[in-house]
């Protein structure tokens, strides 16, 4: 079980439990606003974009290359940028703080 | 307050699959305060439309975990969901719309998300085939894995290779298949949407995973004796199957408009923000016939981007906030370890580069071009092809032809412009 919070953009705080599943379906079962996951989450849409906390990118690893890539495609991606349905929920994740794209 | 964001208004949407229930959501967000109702005779809570054929056809998964939204959200944005209900008529004059039941629902606002029903070839026999599906629908799924467990030889025939035939022959070999053989009318599978270089490696990389590809098979009958079926081919051929997918194509729902007297052509037709020829009705989704600026022609799409992103359009309007839909199309197909990413509209092309990145042959691209101008990408295993190929049919940058064709070139935007 691990314990998730999402800040949307205008700064609601949504703090969520889960232990399976992606980062993006956790999200989507609760409602949380800007993550949409179109492509269902198979790396296709980049419409699950967050930036992981700094202090927190060890936790959640590092982006593959295709994600890396389609990261591309959004003007705002940074160093910290994920698509969430590339994160599948673990213990280890408990406690990360991710902001959703603009 | 506008007329839009009155809370005695009702907005009725037929349809409610990716671009109803996008729309729906969308329209909330924009602003609608008025009643939301969502109507489809697909009894289950939509669910997404892409992994029936791929990851929900191999998983043990229940449909719940494919759904578009969780069953709560439509209640905290008080949108009524109104499933298993089939609407029987469009009436414009008293703007309502007749249910199966005998029941009517006013509307202000109309949203037609019909969508598109697999078509079914006039094949002899194949009413009474056994064990016989389209794949469209989660009942498709449940009904194609029902008949695959129970039968002993699993045997499968899937007659047409398009993306729908040749994602499930992938699916089902996956799932243990003894015998998948796709039967393709045309001279190639995919034919009717990519370029013969990408019909090949499709051949080639379902022949190295078992699945038998047949092109140029034409299905005249099905012959049906004690649950085993023979489909016979034109030239004389015939297959065993314990099992039949169909994937020859879609018919699009467009009787209710028809008949309500909205402009049909190949879809229901519409303006720039998704509106019909009635002022109060709107298309979206695969049954719209929509004009696309950038290929400066009316299109009909068959896929999600487009269900979700003229969704979005015509919530605005309704909402009284007029935008052009105005998208490059995207498209996307995984069979088995392979992603395939699709960008742009690749009719009209007279010439193609292929970029093969290094010596690996399941990862390279496709460039169809007009002349010079680029159209589309299909990439395979590279989504760095697919985000540089958005990014070069947006801005209309001229690309340089061989650095694109030469794997030697760092694959940067800034290094394949032409000077």
């Known amino acids: 079980m691990a314990k998730i919070t999402f800040i949307t953009t205008d700064e609601a705080q949504i703090t969520v439990e889960g232990d399976s599943g992606s980062l993006m379906e956790l999200a989507v079962q609760n409602s949380v606003q800007g993550i949409d996951g179109d492509c269902g989450g198979v790396c296709s849409c980049a419409t699950c974009h967050v930036y992981v906390e700094p202090e927190h990118v060890e936790k959640t690893g590092e982006a593959s290359e295709i994600e890396k890539d389609m990261l591309e495609l959004d003007d705002n991606a940074n160093e910290y940028s994920r698509l969430c349905c590339q994160i599948e929920i673990s213990d280890q994740l408990d406690g990360v703080i991710l902001r959703v794209a603009p | ?419």
């Not at chain 2, 029941?103 to 109309?110: E, F, S």
């Not at chain 2, 030239?235 to 020859?248: H, K, N, R, S, T």
């Not at chain 2, 028809?258 to 229901?268: K, M, S, V, W």
């Not at chain 2, 696309?292 to 981007?305: A, D, G, M, T, W």
């Open chain 2, 1 to 419: 307050m506008s007329d839009s964001l009155n809370n005695d208004q009702t907005c009725v949407v037929i349809g409610a699959s990716h671009a109803g229930v996008n729309f729906a959501f969308a329209l909330r967000k924009a602003g609608w305060l008025g009643r939301i109702k969502l109507y489809d005779v697909d009894p289950v809570l939509p669910y997404h439309r892409p992994p029936l054929s791929k990851a929900y056809l191999t998983s043990s998964d229940g449909i719940e975990k494919n759904a578009l939204k969780p069953a709560q959200s439509y209640e905290k944005e008080s949108i009524e969901l109104n499933l298993g209900v089939e609407v029987e008529s469009i009436n414009r004059a008293d703007k309502n719309i007749l249910l199966a039941d005998g029941q009517t629902q006013a509307y202000d606002k109309l949203v037609i998300a019909s969508g598109a029903r697999p078509f079914m070839p006039p094949v002899k026999g194949l009413d009474t085939a056994s064990h016989l599906y389209p794949l469209r629908t989660a009942a498709d799924v449940s009904n194609i894995k029902a008949a695959f467990e129970q039968s002993d030889k699993k045997r499968v025939v899937v007659i047409g290779g398009g993306y729908i035939g040749l994602e499930t022959a992938a699916s089902l070999k996956k799932l243990g298949a003894s015998c998948v053989t796709v039967l393709e009318r045309e001279s190639r599978i995919l034919a009717r949407v990519t370029a013969p270089e990408m019909s090949a490696f499709f051949e080639k990389l379902h022949a190295k995973n078992g699945v038998n590809i047949l092109t140029g098979k034409n299905v005249s009958e099905i012959i049906t004796e004690q649950s085993v079926n023979q489909v016979v081919c034109d030239d004389g051929q015939m297959y065993e199957a314990d099992l039949i997918i169909v994937g020859v194509g879609i018919r699009v729902n467009t009787e209710l408009a028809a008949q309500a007297g909205l402009e049909i052509e190949n879809g229901i037709k519409v303006d720039h923000c998704a509106r019909t020829n009635d002022p109060d009705i709107y298309a979206v989704g695969d049954c719209s016939f929509h004009h696309n600026p950038h290929y400066e022609r009316f299109i009909r799409l068959e896929s999600v981007q487009n269900a979700v992103d003229q969704a979005k359009v015509a919530a605005a309007s309704v909402c009284g906030k007029e935008i052009t839909y105005d998208t490059i199309p995207w498209f996307w197909s995984d069979q088995y370890d392979v992603k395939l990413q699709m960008v742009g509209l690749s009719q009209g092309y007279n010439n193609l580069v292929v970029r093969q990145e290094g010596d690996a042959d399941n990862k390279f691209s496709v460039w169809y071009f007009n002349d010079d101008t680029l159209l589309s990408v299909d990439a395979v295993n590279n989504a760095k092809a697919y985000v540089i190929g958005t990014k070069f049919i947006k801005s209309g940058d001229k690309l340089d032809k061989q650095k694109l064709a030469d794997a030697s070139v760092e694959f940067k935007p800034a290094n394949l412009l032409s000077v």
